[in-house]
């Protein structure tokens, strides 16, 4: 029998950016906290020695800091029609553990969305008409606009010290900066990055073109920073052992280093990790807390007034499907909500580009998120009349740091194996860079989540099971991108330019990819068209809120995290100014 403890005011489920972000202004609001994290203890002082941080192998190979899949991990399959199979290595859906989430090893791409992005359905509807939208997309607007989130984004981004040039502010275009942006109301708290020479070269191709280049917003600092709440960050090295890695100069904006010493300074905060959260306790429409187990396999309720679900898509789902809240979406019927509208970040157009001679790009330096970018194809940023897709891509000429273990350029026609093979990586490691496009992806009725009927995690619990397949819009749209960033490819003269689209066939056997999983709890307007509302409330349990990527209806180009972050400041806005003076349904 589970012991019970002393009931608290909030608890979160898992301790990343979203539950830390809550943590913080609930404990600060003078509520007391408990965060519960499945994984373990980690800190940036665990980097500090040479030896325990620059080893490839262990963390970009063996991915020491994700997820132990031997006790949970996901099942997989492209159609209902197939039996899912457990995803037994990091392939494309790579998934954090651990104190900070997967935000204590993130890349640091730190993105807000367009307005447009917010509204897809209605403006497409409204440009195009009916027909633009492909027959079994379940893409809906967001129940926020952007002007909404402005003031969350711009909370998280001087929570996190981001590194950038403003395009847009308050209305008027900034030269530098990207001018597609929509208003912000002051610039980023930390200049941009310095710039490196791959994407320097990609920068003046694509300004050749007409397009308009900008260095992305980096959660890396360019210079010693103050967060408001008195954390502080120092300055980048580009050291080139970043993504994935813990950062040993606390450069990098990460819970450890920006939300926890905050919401830990009030007293009023308690972290316990190895505590793997099994299920979230319901009497009627109300939650009385969660059941977990803890490191020596015990089961302990912790009772909660208000319960946080920000575990991370994956868990997100699971757990409100296991705790049998909301209505389990069925694809066949297209009724009920949980586990609807899941969509994946894949990479469309991906160039590589590598020179025979005079150009050196020392590869191995850099910063997760040093890139520069244009978003001249994003969204509806320019016309698709008679294009056959709505959305499009934003595309970075990234330099994030590539070990040799994982970066090994060669031109097409070479071995893949043996000395010639081993030749060419030599020549070529240091005479290439590449540049990467993330699309936007629109929901499709047959990408789903739900509980799979055949594989169970450590705990006994079943495991969630992926739906998923690439959608006719993103074909199209990836063929339309790769043809732009072959424009760009040759104005930069390479020996061998290589472009790539997205495959016929998602592969869940291809290699490590891209950790943007959204979906599965999702926002908007009604019980009928979503799980929670649009402060990420239950709709059915109202002192439930689920707070991630988990709540996006669809996956636009920018990577999530910014959008995750301000979300979780206007949830905690709504906690403390609404839900605490009159709890019930906000909404
Ligand atoms: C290598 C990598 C690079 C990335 N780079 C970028 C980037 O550049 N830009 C960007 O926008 N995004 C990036 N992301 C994604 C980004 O990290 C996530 O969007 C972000 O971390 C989400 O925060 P979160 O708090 O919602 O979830 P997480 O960070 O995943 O935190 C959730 C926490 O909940 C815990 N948890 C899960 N289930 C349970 C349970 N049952 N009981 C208790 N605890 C539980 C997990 O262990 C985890 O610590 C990257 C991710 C990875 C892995
Ligand atoms: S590249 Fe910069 S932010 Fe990243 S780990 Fe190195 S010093 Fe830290």
Not at 79 to 91: C, I, L, N, S, Y
């Amino acid at each position: 029998m589970a012991t019970k403890l002393k009931p608290v005011d909030v608890v979160t489920i898992g301790v990343g950016w979203a539950g830390t972000i809550l943590a913080k202004e609930l404990a600060q609001a003078g509520l007391k906290v408990v965060g519960l994290e499945r994984g373990g203890y980690r800190g940036q002082e665990m980097f500090q020695l040479p030896e325990a941080k620059y080893d490839q192998l262990k963390y970009d190979r063996h991915l020491e800091l994700f997820e132990d899949l031997s006790r949970t991990t996901i099942t997989f399959r492209n159609r209902t029609d197939e039996v899912a199979r457990p995803m037994r290595e990091h392939g494309p859906f790579p998934w954090g553990e651990g104190l900070g989430g997967a935000g204590f090893h993130w890349a640091g791409w730190t993105w807000r969305q367009t307005p447009w992005n917010f509204e897809i359905r209605s403006r497409t509807l409204a440009r195009y008409g009916e027909k633009a939208l492909p027959e079994h997309s379940t893409v809906q607007d967001w129940p926020v606009t952007y002007d909404e989130l402005e003031p969350y984004y711009d909370k998280f981004e001087y929570t996190c010290g981001i590194s950038g040039k403003a395009g847009n502010l308050r209305g008027i275009i900034q030269s530098g900066g990207n001018p597609f942006e929509g208003p912000r109301a002051r610039g980023y708290p930390n200049p941009p990055l310095k710039r490196a020479y791959g994407e320097t070269l990609f920068g003046e191709a694509a300004e050749k073109l007409g397009y308009h280049p900008f260095p992305m917003p980096a959660a890396q600092s360019s210079q010693a920073y103050t967060n408001p709440d008195g954390a502080s960050l120092g300055e980048c090295m580009y050291c080139g052992f970043c993504m994935n890695y813990g950062c040993e100069w606390s450069a990098k904006a990460v819970p450890q280093t920006t939300t926890i010493p905050p919401a830990l300074a009030t007293g009023n905060y308690e972290i316990r990790t190895h505590a793997a959260v099994t299920r979230i306790n319901v009497s009627g429409n109300r939650a009385t807390g969660v059941t977990y187990v803890d490191s020596r396999g015990r089961e302990i309720e912790q009772p909660a007034d208000i319960v946080l679900l920000t575990a991370f898509t994956w868990s997100n789902t699971q757990l409100m499907l296991v705790s049998g809240i909301g209505t389990p979406y069925d694809p066949a019927t297209g009724k009920g909500v949980v586990g609807k509208n899941y969509a994946w970040h894949g990479a469309a157009p991906y160039m590589q580009l590598l020179y025979d001679e005079g150009h050196i790009f020392n590869p191995f330096m850099g910063t997760g998120a040093l890139g520069t970018a244009i978003t001249d194809f994003e969204g509806d940023n320019f016309d698709h009349a008679d294009l056959g897709f709505v959305g499009g891509s934003m595309m970075v000429a990234t330099q994030m740091g590539q070990g040799p273990l994982t970066y090994q350029p060669v031109p097409p026609q070479t071995p893949l194996w043996g000395s010639a093979w081993k030749k060419s990586v030599a020549h070529y490691y240091n005479r290439s860079f590449w540049m990467i496009g993330l699309h936007d992806h629109l929901p499709y009725r047959g990408n789903y989540l739900d509980l799979d009927p055949n594989y169970r995690d450590v705990f006994g619990a079943p495991l969630l099971r992926v739906t998923y397949d690439i959608g006719p819009n993103e074909h199209r749209l990836s063929d339309y991108m790769v043809n732009v960033a072959t424009k760009i490819g040759e104005v930069m003269q390479p020996s061998h330019l290589a472009v790539f689209g997205l495959p016929q066939t998602f592969d869940a056997g291809a290699g490590y990819g891209i950790v943007h999983q959204v979906g599965g709890a999702m926002m908007g307007t009604s019980p009928e068209n979503s799980v929670v509302n649009k402060y990420l409330q239950s709709w059915d349990v109202p002192n439930l809120f689920v707070v991630g990527a988990s709540a996006f209806p669809q996956l636009s180009s920018f990577n999530p995290t910014g959008t995750v972050g301000a979300l979780a400041y206007q949830t905690a806005d709504a906690i403390k100014n609404k839900y605490l003076r009159h709890p019930g349904l906000l909404i």
